[in-house]
C-alpha cells in the first residue's frame, strides 16, 4: 500500500512530467481516495475500463489517455460527467501521463514498440519535438515483411502505403496519432515511418516523398508504455496490479 500523492510525486519525477506542454494535465486527474494497494492500468480512461477496475476493487486507474483536454468543453456532464463520478461512486483515483509516457526512455510507448520490433538500439531523434524515434535494422528488410513484422507484434494488420524504395532500413517511428510528422521522418533520410493514425493527406505525403508509411493503430501501438509503467510501479511499491485491455481496431 502507498500514498496517492507519492504514487504521483514519483512518476511525476521519473516522466519529468512538468517539463512537456502537453495537451492535458499529467498525473493525478481525479483523487477518490488517499492510498493504493490495487493498480488497474490501460490504454484509455473509458467506461469500460472504469467498470472493469471497480468490478476488480481497484483503488487507482494508471493511463495514457485520460481527461481534460485542450480545447473540450469543461463542465462535467454527458460521458465525461458519467465517467468522473463512476470514479468517485467506486473510490478508484485516475493518474493519466501522455507526452511524458510516449518519451520515456525506458517505459515510453516509442522505447516498448521499438523493442517488440527488435530494435532495442533504437533512440529518440530530433524530429517530432523528439518524439519520432529511429533505428536500423542489422539487415535490410523487405516492406511486405516489415509489416507482417507489425501485424505480428501489435496483433492487427497495418495499412501499408508503399514507395519504390525495395528495401527498408533506416525506420522511424511515433506512436499514437503523429502521422503529421512524416516530413520530418522523410527529412531525416528514412526508408519506413510508422505512426498509429493516418489521416488522407498522409497517404499523399508518403507517396511523394516515397518514404513507405505504415499506419499500425493508434490503440495497438500505445498498450506497451502504460503496461510497462505499471509493472515498474508494482514492483517499485509491492502493489497488485493489472493490465486490462480494452478492444479498440483503431
Known amino acids: 500500500m502507498i500514498e496517492l500523492i507519492t504514487l504521483e510525486n514519483y512518476c511525476n519525477q521519473i516522466l519529468a512530467a512538468d517539463t512537456f506542454d502537453d495537451y492535458c494535465p499529467n498525473g493525478v486527474q481525479v483523487e477518490a481516495g488517499a492510498v493504493v494497494s490495487k493498480l488497474m492500468v490501460g490504454v484509455t480512461a473509458c467506461q469500460a475500463l472504469i467498470d472493469e477496475a471497480a468490478a476488480w476493487g481497484a483503488d487507482a486507474l494508471l493511463v495514457h489517455h485520460g481527461y481534460f483536454w485542450k480545447g473540450e468543453p469543461q463542465p462535467l456532464r454527458g460521458i465525461k460527467g458519467l465517467r468522473i463520478a463512476s470514479l468517485y461512486r467506486q473510490g478508484i483515483s485516475l493518474l493519466a501521463y501522455h507526452l511524458p ?7 515510453g510507448n516509442n522505447r516498448q514498440l521499438g523493442n517488440r520490433l527488435g530494435l532495442p538500439q533504437a533512440a529518440a531523434s530530433t524530429a517530432g519535438q523528439g518524439l519520432v524515434w529511429t533505428a536500423e535494422f542489422a539487415e535490410p528488410q523487405s516492406p511486405p515483411g516489415v509489416s ?16 519504390d524504395r525495395p528495401q527498408i532500413r533506416r525506420i522511424g517511428w511515433c506512436t499514437g496519432a503523429a502521422q503529421g510528422y512524416i516530413d520530418q521522418a522523410a527529412a531525416l533520410g528514412l526508408d519506413a515511418y510508422i505512426s498509429g493514425e493516418v489521416s488522407e493527406s498522409t497517404v499523399h505525403q508518403a507517396r511523394e516523398l516515397d518514404i513507405h508509411y505504415f499506419a499500425a493503430g493508434h490503440h495497438a501501438t500505445e498498450r506497451y508504455g502504460v503496461e510497462a509503467l505499471g509493472r515498474h510501479l508494482a514492483e517499485r511499491y509491492q502493489l497488485e496490479w493489472r493490465f486490462c485491455e480494452i478492444e479498440n481496431p483503431v
Open 148 to 163: 507482417a513484422k507489425l501485424a505480428k507484434v501489435l496483433g492487427r494488420e497495418p495499412l501499408h502505403i508503399g514507395a
Open 101 to 107: 509516457l510516449d518519451a520515456h526512455a525506458e517505459f
